[in-house]
């Protein structure tokens, strides 16, 4: 039901490394490519549409990408607790 749309949120969070502000630029970012999409098999370009609707994930895929070549930048931005087992105290 969610067309593949969870994987581009999980990419949101990556692209974002837990920023509040860079999660709605992101948001807005996957947002428009999405919507160049329908516009561009709205106006009848002549490209297939199976090749548009690859475009919100190449994007994805290409921002990932970009964003994974500073992995010392999304190191100091994670939570400390990230990957640490939750016990919580009884």
């Known amino acids: 039901m969610t067309a593949g749309r969870g994987w581009i949120a999980l990419a949101l ?3 974002a490394t837990w920023k509040p502000l860079r ?3 992101g948001a ?3 947002g428009a ?3 160049a999409q329908f516009q561009a098999q709205a106006l009848g370009v002549a490209v297939p549409s199976q090749l ?3 475009l919100p994930y190449l994007a994805t895929i290409l921002v990932l990408t970009i964003i ?3 992995a010392v930048m999304i190191r100091l931005n ?3 607790s990230l990957g640490q087992p939750y016990h919580p105290e009884t």
């Open 78 to 80: 994670a939570p400390a």
């Open 68 to 70: 994974s070549r500073d």
């Open 33 to 35: 490519v999405t919507l």
């Open 28 to 30: 807005y970012l996957f």
């Open 52 to 54: 548009l609707s690859m």
């Open 13 to 15: 969070v990556v692209f």
């Open 23 to 25: 999660v709605l630029a």
